[in-house]
């Protein structure tokens, strides 16, 4: 990749060598993708929203790339987010231990599909239901890592979380019975402070502490415009006990399910 590329160039770019050299045309491709020709030539010269991950696969499958496209997605699908979220979310990636706190939203990791996507239709960047599939495709994707050589996942939910019938009655109550059930999994804690627990430090928004696999760790909070990455080990050690404040301060986690499964039957 050339040093003034963008992954979105680099990738149409390949799709068009690829194509070419395969003496297929933008409206035949567009055809096998069920897109318009327009859309094969917004990937191809980078312009608009990037494509989604199934249309990255069948990119693969169709122009006979081995899993190009879909490697190349990985991180085409990263530049779209802020860069305040990329470093956080390449350490996630590799965390083998992640901790988080959040006072609004059930944590992306435990999100079901219904309410990550009525959480992504309300962000002001959306441009419309293409992107919106993109960005859901992205969050469901990152979510395998609870399948496969799964991190330690240690969740604090504010009970407000559990109240937000985000989506619906419907969605929401799906949403947690789903937290119930992943809670039983080897290596995940699910915590609820609640309302009673009164002011805490951490309020604003979210945060996270990941420990990587050479016991390197970082701290990371957000809220719905910025994000902060720490990695002085200072100020991640005094997010680290401020974490730890909170969970002493939630319930444990059997009564937590019990307050969650309680819950569901209510919203």
């Not at 944590?107 to 002001?124: M, N, V």
């Not at 789903?178 to 809670?183: E, F, G, I, K, T």
């Not at 309302?195 to 996270?208: I, N, R």
């Amino acid at each position: 990749m050339d040093a003034g590329d963008s992954f979105a160039a680099l990738f149409g770019k390949r799709v068009a060598r690829q194509r070419k050299h395969l003496g297929i045309t933008q409206a035949q491709l567009a055809d096998l993708l069920c897109v318009s020709p327009s859309r094969i030539s917004q990937f191809e010269r980078a312009l608009s929203y990037p494509p989604t991950a199934e249309q990255a696969r069948l990119l693969d499958e169709h122009l006979q790339a081995d899993g190009l496209f879909v490697d190349l997605w990985t991180y085409l699908n990263r530049e779209g987010f802020p860069d305040w979220s990329k470093a956080f979310m390449a350490l996630s990636e590799r965390a083998c231990h992640i901790r988080e706190y959040t006072a609004h939203l059930v944590p992306g990791l435990l999100q079901t599909e219904d309410y990550a996507r009525a959480i992504l239709r309300t962000a002001r960047s959306l441009t419309g239901e293409d992107h919106l599939a993109q960005r859901l495709a992205a969050r469901m994707d990152r979510q395998k890592r609870l399948y496969a050589d799964p991190p330690r996942l240690w969740v604090v939910l504010d009970e407000a979380v559990l109240w937000r019938a985000v989506g619906g009655r419907d969605v929401m109550r799906r949403q947690l019975r789903h937290l119930v059930d992943v809670s039983e999994r080897p290596g995940i804690t699910l915590q609820v402070l609640c309302f009673e627990q009164g002011a805490h430090e951490a309020m604003g928004g979210s945060l996270t502490v990941l420990t990587s696999p050479d016991e390197s760790e970082a701290a990371y909070t957000e809220g719905a415009d910025y994000g902060r990455l720490f990695e002085d080990p200072h100020d991640v050690a005094e997010y680290g006990m401020a974490y730890a404040r909170l969970a002493g301060q939630a319930l444990p986690a059997d009564l937590s399910a019990e307050m969650i499964r309680t819950i569901a039957e209510d919203v």
